[in-house]
Nanobody
Framework: QVQLVESGGGLVQPGGSLRLSCAAS????????MGWYRQAPGKQRELVAY???????KYADSVKGRFTSSRDFNANTMYLQMNSLKPEDTAVYYC?????????????????WGQGTQVTVSS
């Protein structure tokens, strides 16, 4: 099986920074897409950023210019550097990945989620 483990959330003042990490482990053959979503209280989960294959990161308009996402392919880890944080960035942030796993001599593609990490931006 595959596990996604996030870390790095916390409480920060407006204008501050946080760095989230998401580490994938298990019988991973390949990670096709990795991304970050967030869900604020009373709102739907929304896409924040994603990286498909070896491509460049794509971002939601609300975080462009403030958030930067990157991947360490060797470590199966994705990062989200969040700068100039605003109160409206407060949410639970989830890591998501489209991963192909080894099953015998075949690969099976699946969609996986981390447990989420709370980010609170408040003075």
């Amino acid at each position: 099986q595959v596990q996604l483990v996030e870390s790095g959330g916390g409480l920060v003042q407006p204008g501050g920074s946080l760095r989230l990490s998401c580490a994938a482990s298990g019988r991973i053959f390949s990670i096709n897409v990795m991304g970050w979503y967030r869900q604020a209280p009373g709102k739907q989960r929304e896409l924040v950023a994603y990286i498909a294959g070896g491509g460049s990161a794509k971002y939601a308009d609300s975080v462009k210019g403030r958030f930067t996402s990157s991947r360490d392919f060797n470590a199966n880890t994705m990062y989200l550097q969040m700068n100039s944080l605003k109160p409206e960035d407060t949410a639970v942030y989830y890591c998501n990945a489209d991963i192909s796993t080894l099953v015998g001599i075949s690969t099976v593609r699946g969609d996986y989620w981390g447990q989420g990490t709370q980010v609170t931006v408040s003075s």
